[in-house]
């Protein structure tokens, strides 16, 4: 790239970062990081995976060439910033992709639970629902920097 280019990029990052984050702590009233599924769930998830997930996405989480690593920078790059509703939905709607939708309702909150504990998100308390609007208010963010 060449330096007017690299400069466009950087001012676009600039005006827009602000812009997004806003956005979506403007929606959220809790954080990923108050511990939003048990652990518990995320044990059964880990079993619900290896059955229903693994033989596509790998045991590791770490995906292939045809399909999406579940884990770390690659997952956060997909999902940072989007709510636990769009990947519940995306997970229901979508997955097994050889049978979408074919699982139980615990059985998507137990994969979204394991999911989650993978990419080192805490456990808390409270068990995981997949109630749409509660979901929606919960955003799926970096661990913060700085606390307040």
Same mark, same amino acid.
């Given at each position: ?5 690299? %400069?466009?990029?950087? &001012?676009?990052?600039?005006?827009? $970062? ?5 956005? !979506? #702590?403007?929606?959220?009233?809790? !954080? ?9 769930? $995320?044990?059964?998830?880990? +079993?619900? &995976? !290896? ?6 996405? =790998? ?7 045809? +399909?999406?690593? #579940? *884990? /770390?920078? =690659? @997952? ?8 636990? $509703? ?10 097994? !992709?050889?049978?979408? /939708?074919? *699982?139980?309702?615990?059985? &998507?909150?137990? *994969?979204?639970? @394991? #999911?989650?504990?993978?990419?080192? @998100? ?5 068990? #995981?629902?997949?109630? +749409? $609007?509660? *979901?929606? %208010?919960?955003?799926? +963010? ?7």
């Amino acid at each position: 790239m060449n330096k007017k280019t690299l %400069k466009f990029v950087g &001012y676009c990052l600039a005006v827009s $970062a602000p812009l997004s984050l806003n956005h !979506s #702590l403007a929606q959220t009233d809790s !954080s990923i990081w108050d511990g939003v599924f048990t652990e518990a769930q $995320a044990t059964r998830g880990e +079993t619900a &995976y !290896s059955a229903n997930c693994a033989s596509c996405h =790998s045991t590791d989480l770490r995906g292939n060439s045809n +399909t999406p690593s #579940l *884990l /770390g920078m =690659s @997952f956060m790059f997909i999902w940072e910033n989007q709510s636990l $509703a769009e990947l519940y939905t995306k997970m229901r709607n979508e997955m097994p !992709s050889d049978n979408p /939708g074919s *699982l139980s309702t615990q059985t &998507y909150e137990d *994969l979204l639970a @394991f #999911l989650l504990r993978s990419n080192q @998100f805490p456990a808390g308390e409270q068990a #995981l629902k997949a109630d +749409t $609007a509660k *979901l929606t %208010k919960i955003s799926i +963010t970096p661990k913060p920097v700085f606390s307040q």
